[in-house]
């Protein structure tokens, strides 16, 4: 349990029950800094839309009047479902308490989310991407652990799938080379266990060995501290660009390219969830749907009668 947590140091927050809800996400939920905000933000937004008395007052209709007033301010409809989620988390927060009667919001209905298709990258550009940081100290010849370091790191990303901020995270004893699996941290604390590929080890290996990082943080910065989730977002654009991939090829693309090329190779569902940490399938089949629109671009270039 997480001890003294503030939800915001810049100001105090004056409703009771708001400031209970925050304090339990973060204390009872492991919500991570970030998503004790985001609530935090959605409520505030709602109480300066309509100033609440008591939250025993409130119905249905005033939601729904605020979900109109965000969608005619032309505002996503991710991030109004996301403010919608986090009021209908406080008012179960409340109801779980005996301070409400009921959840109102669940009779309000999420406008439909238009999730857009993942982009991905092909296997031969991942081979690319792979390929940069030796090419790149090649043709600067400057023989750095950093590269060999670069390697591992893009190595992992794809024989794993996991998250950015997980593999910073990640420690030398996480990785298991025996085993040929590494420990994950997920997102609430949910660990799991991910198969690493072979091509991944041996570059751990060798980055460990020229890093002469024993113990620890497994990826290493300059001054031997562990390397930030930021730091591996801008080292894996700058191997993009040497690599003369396209600029809008984001690190998060080698999750998604994961993903995708599992499923595309006979992989069932619900193993890439288990894989990527998603705790609902729902968020995982948005795959399925990149799947299926190939294999339509398939059918309907190569079939006859198509």
Not at 100 to 129: G, H, I
Not at 171 to 184: H, L, Y
Not at 266 to 271: E, H, K, M, T, W
Request: hydrophobic share 40%; proline share 6%; aromatic share 6%.
């Amino acid at each position: 349990m997480k001890k003294n947590f503030r939800p915001s140091v810049a100001k105090p927050v004056p409703d009771r029950r708001v400031r209970e809800f925050l304090t339990w996400l973060a204390a009872e939920r492991n919500a991570s800094p970030r998503t004790v905000v985001t609530y935090r933000t959605a409520i505030e937004a709602f109480r300066r839309f309509r100033p609440v008395g008591l939250w025993t007052t409130l119905s249905a209709d005033d939601y729904r009047a605020w979900m109109l007033d965000m969608m005619d301010r032309k505002m996503a409809r991710t991030s109004v479902r996301l403010r919608l989620s986090a009021l209908r988390a406080f008012h179960s927060f409340l109801l779980v308490r005996n301070e409400v009667k009921k959840n109102v919001l669940r009779d309000v209905q999420l406008p439909k989310s238009r999730r857009p298709l993942p982009r991905f990258m092909t296997p031969p550009q991942v081979e690319e991407l792979i390929a940069a940081p030796e090419k790149s100290e090649k043709s600067q010849q400057a023989a750095t652990w950093a590269a060999a370091r670069d390697t591992a790191i893009i190595e992992l990303f794809y024989s794993t799938g996991m998250r950015i901020s997980e593999l910073a995270g990640l420690d030398v004893g996480d990785v298991d080379v025996i085993g040929e699996t590494a420990r994950v941290t997920g997102k609430g604390g949910r660990e799991r266990i991910c198969p690493v590929g072979g091509p991944a080890l041996v570059a751990i290996s060798r980055y460990r060995q020229a890093a002469r990082a024993h113990s620890g943080p497994l990826f290493l910065n300059k001054s031997r501290r562990r390397l930030s989730a930021r730091n591996i977002w801008a080292m894996i654009r700058k191997r993009l660009v040497e690599a003369g991939l396209p600029s809008n090829l984001s690190p998060h693309k080698l999750r998604h390219s994961f993903a995708t090329h599992l499923l595309d190779n006979g992989a069932d569902l619900r193993s890439v969830q288990a894989l990527l940490g998603h705790a609902s399938l729902s968020t995982t089949q948005i795959y399925t749907h990149v799947t299926v629109e190939r294999l339509k671009r398939a059918y309907e270039s190569a079939h006859p009668r198509a």
